[in-house]
């Protein structure tokens, strides 16, 4: 007699293939009853069932699949809190999230000492390029506005002139003086009071080709921009016949303002 492979019951050795085609149902036989405990023990401890032949071993499976290691819970140093005999734990109060005047009160204190120490350092000079250096003293104390300007009626407070000015209502004119009286300094005011393109020429160097080049920009600057163009000619009086019939056009059309400097009555 021979232990089943599978079911480990008792079969003789001739029906062991029927026994397991069987099913492990038939061809048993019932050893006697005080040989059936010892013989069903002897059979296990011999030879381990199938089922727990093709299982993994024990080590295998603590290397293949390690123990997940249990995460502290969130609540477990709530819950370890010592008791305080019903007051509350004001020593360590629990954080509270800054509001947005806390923060516009920390980074208005980080700023103003920035600003106050730059406000100790000396205030920087204006750079001054080769040119204005180079210039003469009168070139340098030129007066930038009308109200610094001492000695002419017609551009001051109450002057006629003046009134035109603020209106944006610049007539052609020729201002008449002597040298150094201010003839060139109220024409550049003028042009910066109405916000007008200012060009200056010379009658001594400027030919008819020039000026007709001159009346060209500032007819594509009215029709692009709307702005007018101020032209200060100085020694107006030096102007040849041909030159002067050149201005013609465009003053009578009012393309330009032509503003004359000259010594000559």
Same mark, same amino acid.
């Given at each position: +007699? *021979? $232990?089943? %492979? ?5 079969? &003789?050795? &001739? ?22 405990? =010892? ?9 381990? !069932?199938?089922? !727990?032949? @093709?299982?993994?071993?024990? $080590? &295998? ?7 997940? /290691? ?24 629990? %954080? ?19 600003? /106050? ?6 205030? /920087? &000079? ?22 610094? *300007?001492? #000695?002419?009626?017609? *551009?001051? %407070? ?14 052609? +004119?020729?201002?008449?003086?002597? $040298? #150094? ?10 042009? =910066?009071?109405?916000?007008?393109? @200012?060009?200056?020429?010379? =009658?001594?160097? =400027? ?7 001159? @009346? ?6 009215? #029709? ?17 016949? !041909? ?5 013609? #056009? ?13 010594? *000559?009555?």
């Amino acid at each position: +007699m *021979v $232990a089943c %492979p599978i079911c480990g019951k008792g079969v &003789k050795s &001739k029906d062991i293939n029927d026994h397991i085609d069987s099913g492990c149902e038939s061809y048993l036989e019932s050893p006697p009853l005080t040989q059936n405990g =010892s013989t069903q023990n002897t059979t296990a401890s011999q030879k381990p !069932s199938v089922s !727990s032949f @093709f299982q993994t071993p024990a $080590a &295998k499976k603590a290397v293949s699949y390690p123990t997940p /290691k249990p995460e502290p819970s969130p609540t477990l140093s709530i819950q370890q809190k010592p008791a305080s005999n019903g007051k509350p734990n004001t020593s360590n109060p629990p %954080p509270r999230k800054r509001s947005f005047e806390d923060i516009t009160t920390a980074v208005k204190e980080e700023v103003e000492p920035v600003i /106050k120490n730059e406000d100790v350092q000396p205030a /920087k &000079k204006t750079k001054t390029n080769a040119f204005q250096k180079a210039a003469p003293l009168a070139e340098r104390m030129r007066p930038t506005s009308l109200d610094d *300007v001492c #000695g002419q009626d017609l *551009v001051g %407070p109450q002057g006629v002139l003046r009134s035109l000015i603020e209106q944006d209502r610049v007539p052609s +004119m020729i201002l008449w003086g002597g $040298a #150094g009286t201010g003839k060139t300094t109220i024409a550049r005011c003028i042009a =910066s009071m109405v916000g007008s393109r @200012f060009v200056e020429i010379n =009658s001594t160097s =400027s030919g008819v080709a020039e000026c007709k080049k001159i @009346f060209a920009e500032a007819r594509g600057e009215l #029709g692009l921009t709307g702005r007018k163009t101020i032209i200060f000619c100085d020694e107006i009086h030096r102007f040849s016949k !041909s030159q002067q019939d050149v201005f013609l #056009g465009p003053v009578e059309s009012g393309q330009i303002t032509l503003i004359g400097a000259t010594t *000559v009555c």
